[in-house]
Every structure is written in C-alpha cells, then in structure tokens.
C-alpha cells in the first residue's frame, strides 16, 4: 500500500495551468474532459488552487488554497463550491475511487 498522497488533477488560477498525473492517461476520454472543465471552472469561479488528491486508503479530496495575501480568493465560497461539487459529480467521484482502489491499489471491487 502506498504511505504518500497522488494526485489526481489540479488547476492553477494563478499560472492559468490545469494538470492530469500521468499515470491516469489512461482514464477514458469523457472523465479527463470532465475532470479538466471542473477543475477550471472551479478557479475561475472561486480562485486559488483546486487539487483532487488520492490518500493511503484511496479516497479522493478536493483541496483548495490560495496564495497569501489573495485578496480576491473567496474562502467562504471555495468551501461552498467544493461541496457543491461533491453533490454534484458525486457518481464521479465515487468512480475515480473504485478505480483508484482497483487498479492502483490492488484491492478487489
């Protein structure tokens, strides 16, 4: 099992940049393009840094930081958002976990 975090994606407000890990090139088309439009909306909607991040066990978080002294990060609304989202593309989400589990940790389904 794996002690360290992975990341999934993230998005950069600040350098206009959105990243997908290599090692999930291989996720079908429909779920990078997906995670891309979240990922960016999501930035350009609140600001800052959005990273969607694998933990030991395989669960995925969102989460969202700022540069200091960011006065146009809205923390308040990066905490709505992101719940929102987890609503939202909860399908999805849950998804990106199964297959993390299954296919990077080995765990069967």
């Given at each position: 099992m794996f002690d360290e975090k992975m990341v999934l994606c993230g998005?950069?407000?600040y350098e206009k940049k959105y990243y997908l890990n290599e090692q999930f090139s291989n996720l079908p088309e429909q779920i990078k393009k997906e995670l891309q439009?979240?990922?960016v909306l999501f930035t350009e909607e609140v600001g800052g840094i959005l990273?969607?991040?694998?933990d030991k066990i395989g669960e995925?978080?969102?989460?969202t930081?700022?540069?200091e002294g960011d006065l146009l990060y809205d923390d308040i609304g990066s905490?709505?958002?992101i719940r929102q989202?987890?609503?939202e593309k909860r399908e999805l989400l849950e998804s990106l976990e199964m297959y993390y589990k299954t296919?990077?940790?080995g765990e069967e389904a």
């Open positions: 998005a950069n407000s439009i979240m990922c990273v969607l991040e694998y995925l978080h969102l989460i930081e700022a540069e905490g709505l958002k989202i987890q609503i296919f990077v940790l």
